[in-house]
């Protein structure tokens, strides 16, 4: 048996599949056919195994089969069968059946919540939605890096949580009132003690990350990190306090909360050529994205994590396609790649399971 995690996975009414049962054996995969054959479903599928939505950060209810004459997606299930240390254990996921927007979550058949998924399963994900990264709203690259930093650190996503939800709260009363002194006073307490969590792991996951980026032989050209957007003044928790205090006016007029953590964002900087990554080429900036991919797979990887690779090896010539299965492959991660040409996977032969995929099925696999 490989240690790598995934050994089994099971799809029940998920997208366009009616029922799927693919016995992966800890391979690492490549997913070929043509587009609309369900590849991307299955990686999908395969990533609502996370708390959160999935790669396409689709509603729940939307991840049922709808056949044409239904007018809504039926229930969905994915389960796999997990091999994590010295241990095998079963994850399985899928809708609630007393609402359809919310989903269910068991391990070992006993429920839990969705945030335990990271104690037996870590992924990293690369789509095409994520080639425009670099040019797109500055919300997008903050999702993305705080996708990577709790990776590593669980906690930092419901510390985000918490921080928006006493945001919103802070918001509404400054728009709407009453503009209680003594809850304003308590929201800002929250904000602060929050924001200082917040800004401190993704910190510290930038530093590790730039370390692996620096310290790491690539074909990928390498990205300098920095965050801006929080300037701090001494104490980082009393810095927040007193700007989100002094900001109460300014907000109120904006309509929206014009200071603290949800402003900062990822920039990124092309060493070699010192150019901001929004300035770089389409191929550059995909090259870019995956150095940072390939770093955050080496910074975790003692979780042995899950690699997702939707439509990559197509955009890549074949020295850097080659580079990319030979990076994947030492740095001992378990990739699932997608194409939709057999030959794009050439440099894959002899250590990957092949799976041809049509009309939501499993074709033909090559050994």
């Known amino acids: 048996m490989s240690d790598h995690p995934l050994q089994s996975l099971s799809l029940t009414e998920f997208r366009s599949y009616e029922r799927l049962d693919f016995a992966v054996a800890g391979r690492t995969v490549y997913l070929y056919g043509p587009n609309g054959a369900g590849k991307t479903n299955l990686l999908e599928a395969i990533s609502v195994l996370n708390p959160g939505k999935g790669l396409r950060g689709a509603t729940y209810a939307e991840l049922g089969r709808r056949p044409p004459d239904e007018a809504h997606g039926r229930s969905w299930g994915v389960m796999a069968r997990l091999h994590t240390g010295e241990e095998e254990v079963q994850v399985a996921t899928g809708s ?92 800002e307490q929250k904000l602060a003690a929050n924001g200082t969590r917040v800004i401190e792991a993704r ?38 306090s007193n700007g989100f205090r002094s900001s109460r006016d300014r907000d109120a007029a904006a309509g929206r909360s014009l200071f603290g953590p949800h402003r900062m964002d990822l920039a990124v900087v092309h060493r070699d050529k010192n150019r901001p990554a929004s300035d770089c080429s ?35 010539d074949p020295v850097r396609r080659h580079a990319l299965f030979d990076e994947t492959h030492a740095l001992g991660l378990q990739t699932f790649f997608t194409g939709t040409d057999l030959s794009l996977f050439d440099g894959l032969a002899g250590r990957a399971l092949g799976v041809r995929v049509e009309a939501a099925q499993i074709i033909e696999i090559l050994e």
């Open 282 to 316: 389409t191929g550059e900036q995909k090259a870019l994205l995956l150095n940072i991919i390939l770093a955050q797979g080496a910074r975790l990887s003692a979780f042995k994590p899950l690699l997702l690779l939707d439509e990559v090896a197509a955009h890549l």
């Open 203 to 240: 910190r510290a996951a930038l530093t590790t990350l730039q370390t692996e980026i620096d310290g790491h032989e690539s074909a990928f050209p390498k990205a300098d990190l920095t965050l801006t957007g929080t300037v701090e003044t001494g104490d980082l928790t009393t810095h927040l």
């Open 96 to 187: 609630d059946p007393r609402d359809r927007t919310k989903r269910t979550v068991r391990i070992d058949q006993q429920p839990v919540p969705a945030a335990q998924l990271l104690d037996h399963l870590r992924m990293i994900w690369l789509t095409p939605a994520q080639d425009r990264l670099f040019i797109e709203a500055r919300t997008d690259r903050l999702k993305f890096f705080d996708r990577l930093v709790y990776a590593a650190e669980p906690g930092h996503a419901a510390a985000v949580a918490a921080f928006e939800k006493a945001l919103r709260e802070r918001l509404k009363l400054l728009t709407e009132g009453p503009a209680d002194e003594t809850w304003l006073r308590v929201l």
